[in-house]
């Protein structure tokens, strides 16, 4: 099993930055050989792809925030982060990290994040 903790979700202003973290329970290893990624649920929509960053660090970007946030990752630390600059209203959802190893995939229990106008 992989255990998946989302931290950084709050209230913040439109133009505003908010920096989301998410820390895996597995290995060192186990973790840099993982495809993580960052989605999304506003209420009344499907869930959406935010972000994603694979092992060799390849990055792919929904387009509705590319240019606003940017996803990293720490494999000393089993970490990603998604840094969202420049927060519209309508990046108000659910957000909810992702490890994808192989065929299976983990989810965290996901932290809100709230933009005001």
């Known amino acids: 099993q992989v255990q998946l903790v989302e931290s950084g979700g709050g209230l913040v202003q439109a133009g505003g930055s908010l920096r989301l973290s998410c820390a895996a329970s597995?290995?060192?290893?186990?973790?840099?050989?993982?495809?993580m990624t960052w989605y999304r649920q506003a209420p009344g929509k499907q869930r959406e792809l935010v972000a994603s960053?694979?092992?060799?660090?390849?990055?792919n970007y929904a387009d509705s925030v590319k240019g606003r946030f940017t996803i990293s990752r720490d494999n000393a630390k089993k970490t990603v982060d998604l840094k969202m600059n420049s927060v519209k209203p309508e990046d108000t959802a659910v957000y909810y990290c992702?490890?994808?190893?192989?065929?299976?995939?983990?989810w965290g229990q996901g932290t809100q994040v709230t933009v005001s106008s």
């Open positions: 992702n490890l994808l190893r192989g065929t299976t995939q983990y």
């Open positions: 597995r290995s060192i290893f186990f973790f840099s050989v993982s495809t």
């Open positions: 960053i694979t092992s060799d660090s390849s990055t």
